[in-house]
T-cell receptor, first 117, second 118 residues
Framework: DAMVIQNPRYQVTQFGKPVTLSCSQT?????MYWYQQKSSQAPKLLFH???????NEADTPDNFQSRRPNTSFCFLDIRSPGLGDAAMYLC????????????????FGPGTRLLVL | AQSVTQLDSQVPVFEEAPVELRCNYS??????LFWYVQYPNQGLQLLLK??????LVKGINGFEAEFNKSQTSFHLRKPSVHISDTAEYFC????????????????FGTGTQLKVEL
């Protein structure tokens, strides 16, 4: 089945120690997104890729970076994790068409829960 | 900017009873509406979406939602819930334009925890 895969499902890191979360997809979608979801809150878009074009949300901290080496893979790098970065990180994909991009369904992976000690 | 309000943070209901989860959104010229479900420690799964046409939208697992433009609402309903429906439900909105750099920005509500009890 076509899907969105995130590894690892749980990640423990130390305060200030860089960490990378990974996402892969077999849907061949050209758009990939990273969301941060804190406990009992709505998912919040951090950034997204349209093909290889990176698009950052205005309020995403510089501490968060991303890489997309090819269509299938996308990485979220947190350069110096703080306690406030503990959250569930969700990767999603969508197929973008030139028109009516707003109606496309986003397909989510199972998420990576990050714990910062 | 779009916004979504889910007034009920938790909704307890007995099994086989009907349920309605409320969602209101900020008005926009054109808007698309989505309901996602999130089971514990899992990602979000699409239940249904409204793009245009009939205001009553049917989704998976027996859920349906009704788009009401005058009330800017998109409430989710199920006539008879099951224990397996226990999960968090998120309403989301996107506008017709999509993101400047391509793609689609979803604005989510804060979620409603549905707890189905025996």
């Amino acid at each position: 089945d076509a899907m969105v895969i995130q590894n690892p499902r749980y990640q423990v890191t130390q305060f200030g120690k860089p960490v990378t979360l990974s996402c892969s997809q077999t849907l061949n979608h050209n758009v990939m997104y990273w969301y941060q979801q804190k406990s009992s809150q709505a998912p919040k878009l951090l950034f997204h890729y349209y093909d290889k074009d990176f698009n950052n949300e205005a309020d995403t901290p510089d501490n968060f970076q991303s890489r997309r080496p090819n269509t299938s893979f996308c990485f979220l790098d947190i350069r110096s994790p703080g306690l406030g970065d503990a959250a569930m990180y969700l990767c999603a994909t969508s197929r973008d068409r030139t028109r009516r991009a707003g109606e496309e369904t986003q397909y989510f992976g199972p998420g990576t829960r990050l714990l910062v000690l | 900017a779009q916004s979504v309000t889910q007034l009920d943070s938790q909704v307890p209901v007995f099994e086989e009873a009907p349920v309605e989860l409320r969602c209101n959104y900020s008005s926009s010229v054109s808007v698309y509406l989505f309901w996602y479900v999130q089971y514990p420690n899992q990602g979000l799964q699409l239940l249904l979406k409204y793009l245009s046409g009939s205001t009553l939208v049917k989704g998976i697992n027996g859920f349906e939602a009704e788009f009401n433009k005058s009330q800017t609402s998109f409430h989710l309903r199920k006539p008879s819930v099951h224990i397996s429906d226990t999960a968090e439900y998120f309403c989301a909105v996107s506008d017709g334009e999509g993101l400047t750099g391509g793609g689609n920005k979803l604005t989510f509500g804060t979620g409603t925890q549905l707890k189905v009890e025996l």
